[in-house]
């Protein structure tokens, strides 16, 4: 997604109508036969979290993962993060094989492709919303004014740009997300990971959230998300249910509408 000139929400002008540019027309992730064991310090299995995972989520696509505590879902978001290997098996994201860089490069390509969007925040308390916002660009060596120009104008896509020399402290739990939500589309990824982002924040705020990850899923931008509750996966085009690590249901559905 470029960043756009104006801020804006979907539905106004000045707002992005295209999707990311991409590097293959394949799948923007594909797990093949995935696993992911935990030893213990002599060797022994302790667990096995995941045994054999092969999903394929295509450009575009809403998808929610959902499971009981110990079922593999976070070993599989961790995974797909590019923040954990598997133990066996393939892992494409845009098309490159991830299970074979190194850490430099995975750092990198990681940083590049996916936005991360945490259930705490993650904000830093020190600086400013704008600043919270640029820290993805400074990692990726961008130019100071090039930082600030396309901080403030994701910054005004949700609604934030009146705050931008506010700290954390000073903003509601839903101006924080939304702050959070800024910063993982600020580097124009691939996909945006989210983990129980409305975790935090009361019924209302949590609605106002989801109606922006509504408004970014029907520009093309591609949304994997993590959610422990039905009203929040029912907005979602595809529900992955994982049990015991592996994938219990894999359901397409019509979304349904945020009230």
Do not use: W
């Amino acid at each position: 997604m470029s960043v756009p000139a104006a801020p804006a929400l979907p539905g106004t002008p000045g707002f992005a109508t295209r999707p990311p540019a991409r590097s293959t027309d394949g799948p923007i992730v594909e797990l093949r036969e995935v696993k992911r064991v935990y030893y213990k310090p002599d060797g022994s299995v302790l667990v096995e979290a995941l045994r054999g995972v092969s999903l394929s989520i295509p450009a575009g696509q809403y998808v929610a993962i959902m499971g009981a505590s110990g079922s593999g879902k976070s070993t599989m978001m961790n995974i797909l993060g590019c923040l954990d290997r598997p133990t066996s098996g393939v892992y494409l994201l845009d098309g490159q094989d991830c299970v074979t860089m190194n850490d430099e490069e995975i750092s990198a390509y990681r940083g590049r492709k996916i936005g991360f969007i945490f259930q705490a925040f993650n904000l830093i308390p020190e600086l400013t919303v704008r600043e919270n916002v640029e820290v993805p660009l400074f990692y990726q060596g961008v130019s100071p004014a090039e930082r600030r120009r396309k901080a403030e104008a994701v910054l005004g896509m949700v609604g934030l740009d009146q705050r931008l020399g506010h700290r954390p402290s000073e903003l509601s739990g839903g101006q924080q997300q939304r702050c959070a939500i800024a910063r993982a589309l600020v580097t124009s990824p691939v996909v945006l990971m989210a983990d129980e982002p409305t975790g935090n924040l009361d019924s209302a705020t949590g609605k106002a959230v989801l109606k922006i990850f509504n408004d970014l899923h029907k520009i093309g931008i591609t949304i994997i998300m993590v959610t422990h509750a039905p009203e929040v996966a029912a907005l979602c085009q595809r529900v992955v249910r994982l049990r015991d690590g592996v994938v219990e249901s894999d359901t397409m559905q019509v979304p349904s509408t945020l009230e």
